[in-house]
């Protein structure tokens, strides 16, 4: 037997993992299956971005910047998303005529993001596809059952951005 056996053994057996309540369980089990649904909508995000010839972070900032001229840092605030990612984003979009830069009354650096006609063709394109995909999932799961589990999510939303470990 290997002299160093007995010295890796303890990779194999050391100590067991704590173990949860089962209210904490209850939630690890949720959190797996929110990341689960997170990458589901992410491949779906993939798919209908692709109808217009884009890629789900090109149509999110693209999408945002459709509400109204608006700048990196907002457009990155507003999404959750780092700023660095939105600008090499808008760079790229600015640069295949999706979208351009605008001057910003407020803000002599800091220029606005809007789209283009090319790119709001790219989005009316996006956007029929995910509407008819989120009428039919919601006539399939129910507008009433949707809105009470939004309810539960933005709640354990609140509960967890309090409770960082």
């Known amino acids: 037997m290997s002299k160093t056996l007995p010295e890796r053994q303890h990779a194999v057996k050391g100590p067991a993992r704590p173990t949860r309540t089962s209210a904490g369980d209850a939630f690890t089990s949720f959190v797996v299956q929110v990341a689960r649904l997170g990458g589901d909508f992410t491949a779906t995000g993939e798919k209908l971005a692709a109808l217009g010839g884009q890629t789900l972070a090109r149509w999110v900032v693209l999408d945002a910047a459709e509400d109204g001229p608006a700048s990196v840092a ?6 959750g998303m780092a ?3 939105v600008q090499r984003v808008a760079d790229l979009l600015v640069r295949d005529g999706l979208a351009v830069y605008e001057e910003n009354p407020v803000h002599q650096r800091a220029k606005l993001l809007a789209p283009t006609p090319r790119g709001r063709r790219a989005l009316r394109t996006i956007s029929t596809a995910q509407k008819a995909w989120a009428d039919a999932l919601g006539v399939e799961i129910g507008e009433a059952e949707l809105r009470r589990l939004s309810t539960t999510l933005e709640r354990i939303q609140r509960v967890t951005s309090r409770n960082k470990p």
């Open 83 to 85: 700023r660095q990612s």
């Open 74 to 79: 907002q457009i990155a605030r507003g999404r």
